[in-house]
């Protein structure tokens, strides 16, 4: 299935704390931050547990910034941990990578996956060090989105690391014009002058910000039925509630499993038969990995 843009939302977290999964459980259904505002922070941290579509929403940012004629990639943590950022590079993407290089354009980069990584037991620090190195003196340019599973952040040590690896640059304060004759009387204070990256009214972006990705509304839950014509959605939700499925439709991964369920059987079972059905389906998911996330220790 092509990407449903479902505009989703994002919830700002403390960023010094490990993320639960009964943090994004408590989640409640607000407005929250939208991705133009994520667009215009220079390094964000995209947290959420599995099925809740992080892989295909940075997928499809990318391709919606790529139709505006931006320049926008998406590469996963674990292939720049085995390979470095130039030949993680399809043919097309390295061409245009060339030329965002040689513009003076902001370019996207979407990380993903640093639990997968983890899983496979890969130098996260080394892998973002060097995709660092590698953007050269594009560095400034490019606006970075990571995604991670929530259960994998470590917080406060996490935060750290990206920092390190990837701490946007602090850009120079320029200087004011200064009367010399003047400036012998006056505080060195007045000789510069400071800049702020404005955010709307409520002032300048942090370094790094810190989200997480927010449970499907009732609204983007019919986008999506619609999207994967599901002919009767109001049907399908009403068979939801009445089946007390809904806990089970907050995630895309999720929901498109009772889609596949529904499109064969147009009913749903009871609760046991359903909950062992996603049991089935998490399962199949988990076995791709072979073996549990865990926080790597950074060398």
């Known amino acids: 299935m092509d990407f449903i843009n479902l505009n989703r939302r994002f919830r700002l977290?403390?960023?010094?704390?490990?993320?639960?999964?009964?943090d994004w459980e408590a989640f409640g259904?607000?407005?929250?931050?939208?991705?133009?505002?994520l667009l215009k922070r220079p390094r964000v941290i995209v947290l959420a547990e599995a099925s809740a579509g992080k892989t295909a929403e940075f997928k499809g940012q990318r391709d919606l910034l790529r139709d505006d004629g931006e320049a926008a990639f998406y590469l996963t943590v674990e292939t720049l941990a085995s390979s470095g950022l130039d030949r993680s590079l399809s043919r097309d993407d390295a061409l245009l990578f060339a030329e965002w290089r040689r513009s003076a354009a902001t370019g996207w980069f979407f990380l993903d996956s640093v639990d997968e990584a983890r899983?496979?037991?890969k130098d996260i620090e080394t892998a973002l060090n060097v995709f660092a190195r590698d953007l050269g003196l594009a560095y400034d340019r490019a606006r970075v989105l990571i995604s991670c599973r929530g259960s994998v952040w470590t917080g406060e040590e996490d935060l750290a690391l990206v920092h390190r690896t990837l701490r946007p640059e602090t850009p120079r304060q320029p200087r004011a014009p200064v009367d010399r004759n003047a400036a012998l009387f006056a505080s060195s204070?007045?000789?510069?002058?400071?800049?702020?990256?404005?955010?709307?009214p409520r002032?300048?972006?942090p370094d790094i910000t810190v989200v997480g990705l927010t449970k499907l509304t009732a609204a983007q839950r019919l986008s999506y039925l619609t999207a994967a014509g599901i002919e009767d959605p109001e049907s399908f939700e009403a068979?939801?509630?009445?089946?007390?499925?809904?806990?089970?439709a907050e995630r895309p991964g999720d929901l498109s499993t009772l889609v596949r369920y529904?499109?064969?059987?147009?009913?749903?079972?009871?609760?046991?038969?359903m909950t062992e059905l996603g049991i089935t389906e998490r399962l199949t998911e988990l076995s791709k990995t072979r073996r549990e996330p865990r926080p790597c220790r950074h060398h």
Do not use: M, S, Y
């Open 29 to 37: 259904i607000d407005r929250g931050l939208d991705w133009p505002a």
């Open 239 to 248: 068979a939801l509630v009445a089946h007390n499925l809904v806990q089970f």
């Open 189 to 200: 204070r007045t000789a510069t002058t400071e800049t702020k990256v404005e955010d709307g």
């Open 262 to 273: 529904w499109a064969k059987a147009r009913r749903f079972d009871g609760l046991v038969q």
């Open 119 to 121: 899983i496979n037991k």
């Open 13 to 22: 977290i403390d960023a010094e704390k490990p993320f639960e999964l009964t």
């Open 203 to 205: 002032g300048t972006l």
